[in-house]
């Protein structure tokens, strides 16, 4: 960002008068990719009159307001006029980032390549960024009152994107504002389930006495204080009754596994877990993290067996070189399908310096882009693809993750750039791996899914689908011929 650049972000920041407005700062000034994209957002064809109360409000209702409330996880509330119109430069620049750290919402895949239809997608369009960008360059104007939708309401029970049946906690835990990082154990949680039940999505969020716009550190999730928990369920003294789910993270999102492969939640079964891994945010902070869990109807059994998809686990993480005070390194990381798989949803893991990754699918002789997306290790996403989009890969399909690391000072996630950063579990060290769900498939039930994919999307002869090599070209066998 120039200096001039710079000088404004600077003066926005100050006019507003709060300390918010600084920790935000730190993004705009350090976050300076797709400074000039953002800016063109703004087009003809968005009404000159676009106004807070009939325009921009609804949007922000409809994106934003769940953490940006009072009360909410954003660092300002934008339920009302007086207080949004203050951060309209700064909302114009964060939409505008799109797909890069920083951006708002957080949500980074780049919609000009690979698969674009998923579950649950927190992104907005480019008229609505547009929108905000007139309104921001035409001075914030409010309109007519009498347009301003009516306020929403919030019941502070979590605000789930999912619809819990029960929601359980860790007990609460203290960290001081400059410990070093610590890993151990949680005490076990018991489950309320007197039957076996099937999970439909699961989600988990941190909640910590951190006020809104309070300062924290310049690193990672300078908000929180839990870097990540692997945790099972599992029945205690019965070693068949267990069941792994997804990993949380800094700022994650909710996992909604595929209809077909629910995951079993055994009655009795405690959430253990020996590898909670704690961070310091720059204050003392006392902190639980809430688990909310959607279950299938009684009766359920699904069809189809769950996993993830592992690849990168290897040598990739431990073998890992990211130098210092240098962007665009490229890291690359393979895996290989002894099974054919439905991929359930893409999510990337990388550390501070990472800032982007994107999979392939390696078929043969074609190589085909499923996703790539932009990285933010302050708000992890995992990104489940919408239904008759997952990519249905036969075995045999070799499976290709690149990733891109910013060691450098332009990455606001980066302590320290002049330092040398290996593979390590330490928020200061790095990983590269993909953390994203699959279902595993027979002959038959592969065969089975790209058959509906074609019928659901109506595919015929010359039509093209991505994530799906082999859905124009299996044909269904002729019928045997009587013997005799």
Not at 14 to 25: C, I, P, Q
Not at 379 to 396: C, D, H, I, S
Request: hydrophobic fraction near 35%; charged fraction near 20%; glycine fraction near 10%.
């Amino acid at each position: 960002m120039s200096g001039q650049g710079r000088e404004f972000w600077w003066g926005a920041a100050r006019a507003t008068g709060t300390g918010v407005s600084l920790l935000l700062l730190t993004f705009v000034c350090l976050g300076a990719p797709g400074e000039l994209g953002a800016q063109s957002f703004a087009s003809s064809n968005v009404d000159e009159e676009v106004t807070f109360t009939r325009d921009v409000a609804p949007i922000l209702q409809e994106n934003c307001v769940r953490c940006h409330r009072s009360g909410g996880y954003g660092p300002m509330s934008l339920e009302t006029y007086e207080v949004a119109s203050a951060y309209a430069p700064l909302m114009k620049y964060k939409t505008g980032l799109r797909d890069v750290a920083g951006a708002m919402p957080p949500w980074y895949v780049e919609k000009d390549i690979g698969i674009q239809q998923f579950k649950n997608d927190m992104s907005l369009t480019d008229e609505e960024v547009a929108t905000i960008a007139a309104w921001a360059d035409a001075g914030a104007p409010q309109g007519d009152p009498a347009d301003m939708p009516a306020r929403l309401e919030f019941d502070n029970s979590g605000d789930w994107t999912i619809e819990p049946d029960f929601v359980v906690q860790t007990e609460e835990i203290f960290l001081e504002a400059l410990a070093p990082d610590w890993w151990g154990d949680i005490e076990p949680i018991s489950i309320p389930l007197e039957e076996d039940r099937y999970v439909a999505a699961i989600e988990m969020r941190e909640v910590n006495d951190v006020p809104q716009g309070g300062a924290g550190s310049e690193t990672v999730g300078s908000r929180f204080i839990i870097h990540h928990l692997n945790f099972d369920l599992a029945v205690p003294d019965d070693p068949e009754k267990g069941t792994r789910f997804p990993v949380h993270e800094v700022g994650r999102n909710a996992d909604v596994f595929d209809p077909d492969a629910g995951r079993i939640l055994y009655a009795g079964a405690k959430i253990t877990s020996t590898s909670l891994h704690l961070h310091a945010n720059g204050r003392d902070t006392r902190a639980r993290l809430q688990i909310a869990f959607e279950l299938h109807p009684v009766g359920y059994e699904p069809k189809y067996r769950a996993g993830g998809i592992g690849v990168g686990v290897s040598g990739n993480t431990v073998d890992m070189d990211v130098r210092a005070n240098e962007a665009g390194q490229v890291l690359h990381g393979y895996g290989y399908l002894t099974e054919h798989k439905k991929i359930i949803a893409f999510e990337p893991h990388l550390h501070a310096p990472g800032e982007r990754m994107c999979l392939e699918a390696i078929w043969g002789s074609r190589t085909e882009t499923l996703s790539c997306v932009g990285y933010d290790h302050s708000w992890v996403r995992t990104y489940t693809f919408a239904e008759n989009y997952q990519p249905l890969l036969p075995k045999g399909t070799i499976l290709h993750i690149i990733g891109y690391m910013n060691n450098t000072e332009s990455n606001p996630n980066v302590a320290y750039a002049e330092n040398w950063m290996g593979g390590g579990n330490r928020s200061v060290s790095n990983m590269f791996l993909e953390l994203g769900e699959s279902v595993t498939l027979s002959d038959e039930e592969f065969t089975e899914e790209m058959a509906k994919r074609r019928e659901n999307l109506n595919l015929a002869k010359g039509d093209y689908v991505i994530g799906c090599p082999l859905c124009l070209a299996t044909v269904p066998p002729p019928p045997s011929k009587p013997v005799g």
